[in-house]
């Protein structure tokens, strides 16, 4: 179980704008509910088991009780909507900072909202917006994973094993740091991205639409979008599924 009298003690302020529950349904609905009564920006949702836990084009996020961060943050940004689609991105760096900078774990980035250990995914982000307010969904493998032929633990690929609870805590602010810069320093963060990129200067293929593509990655652009370079033309994708390197 999540030991919230630890997590407290770590981060005390992130603590007092925590709301953690045993089990939901899943953060993100929790999370739009609180917001639709007013709670303030940067509150948090926690469980540590999610019966729903949703992902990305109607996937479902499965982790077991224990075994994972599974958090949504209620954001309400200064900055203009037509900046909502760097806050996954923001959101990847942190975490990724994070693991790499606190636990020395080389993890990468997979646009547009995974984080990587060892080539495999261990985190995922989910960004939803409505009414003037932004829920952002965080779910991290730390202790293990249901499905390990395409996931990845944290804990699985280091000698010291990492806490849930110090996580949590390096996290939170880091999030928040990175989420409140995406409208004025997104050029450094776009620089600090693409220097952890796993696809830059590879090969996919991916959907977009429902057309199918292959390309070489050349970057990401100030609006989020994936800049690859496809029968000899640099494209922009701002949505693209199913992206795989090529030969992996
Ligand atoms: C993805 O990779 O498709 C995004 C996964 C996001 C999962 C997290 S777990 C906490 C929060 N609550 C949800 O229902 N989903 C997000």
Redesign the pocket.
Known sequence: MFNIRQFAALAPDSYQQLHYHEQ??????E?HRLANEGVEHGSI?L?DY?T??????G?R?M?GPGD?????MVLRPEFDQSYYGRIALAAGLAIAAVLREEFHIQAELKWP??VLVSGK?C????VESKDGYVVL????NVCNTPDKNHFVAVNDVVSKQVSREKLLAHLLPSIMKHVDHCATEFDSQLRQIEGMSYLHGKQICFLSGDVQYQGSVQGIASDGSLIVTVDGELTHFAQASDVRVVGD
């Open positions: 939901l349904e899943s953060t993100n609905d999370a949702v469980a999610q729903q836990g949703r992902g990305r084009r996937a996020w982790s994972g961060l599974l958090f949504s909202n995974d995914k985190c995922g982000v989910l969904g965080v779910g991290i």
